[in-house]
């Protein structure tokens, strides 16, 4: 499903394409086959349609429908999924204690996967083999969550994509660049087999691809613009 953009777009989103945040929005807009418009945000700077659309935290991504907009990337994941339920597979599960499940996960993701990426990045100061070591024992949890969400199955969500699969999912291409920039090894087959099989499904999925861009692309932008946006 390819985005098109229309004159009164019924969702655009707001946001920039390196961003994982963002990443997550579209993968979950692609499952659930919803056209969209995606309204680049300018580099340094917040758009006054941003700041219109999310006051209180001024940041990117957000999902406006209608004109409503909906704020924080998981967040929308889950309205996207609410509100579009009739239409592709469902992103959370059923059942309570998985869906709790994924959300914890998902949660984790968060805590402790983005402050060391951008450090690794060179984007903020900070010790870079702290950092590597923090991503990489978040993976190594992740690796057994993957055993025990997957059951076996491809994804997190099981046989198809899911709310943790897109949590996680949208950090793959930035974990990849660092592993190049910062010559440190995170995805490791030998030691996460599942997951490093799990990231080449996922980034390979047809909701997945056409959004999330090659390592190279990653590692020119960082290299471009992380000083630059460091410095402001």
Request: proline share 5%; aromatic share 8%.
């Amino acid at each position: 499903m390819s985005s098109e953009k229309q004159e009164t777009a019924a969702v655009r989103v707001l946001g920039r394409w390196p961003s994982p945040f963002v990443i997550r929005v579209l993968v979950a807009l692609r499952l659930k086959g919803v056209l969209y418009e995606l309204v680049e945000e300018p580099m340094g700077n917040r758009s006054e349609l941003l700041l219109a659309s999310n006051p209180v935290h001024k940041k990117i991504p957000v999902l406006l429908h209608h004109g409503k907009a909906v704020s924080e990337s998981l967040i929308i994941v889950q309205y996207v999924d609410e509100v579009w339920a009739s239409q592709g597979p469902a992103i959370l599960p059923s059942d309570p204690y998985a869906r709790a499940t994924e959300r914890f996960w998902g949660q984790y993701v968060d805590d402790k996967l983005p402050s060391a990426i951008r450090v690794l990045r060179g984007k903020v100061a900070g010790d870079k083999d702290e950092a590597a070591a923090q991503v990489a024992a978040a993976l190594q949890h992740l690796e057994e969550a993957c055993v025990q969400c997957g059951q076996g199955k491809d994804y997190f969500g099981g046989d198809s994509i899911g709310y943790l699969d897109i949590a996680l999912g949208s950090h793959v291409g930035w974990v990849r660049a660092v592993e190049r920039m910062a010559r440190v090894s995170l995805l490791d087959a030998a030691k996460l087999p599942s997951l490093a099989a799990w990231a080449d499904r996922f980034c390979a999925h047809p909701g997945v691809a056409d959004v999330m861009p090659d390592t190279d692309r990653f590692v020119e932008f960082s290299v471009k613009n992380d000083g630059v946006l460091k410095a402001n």
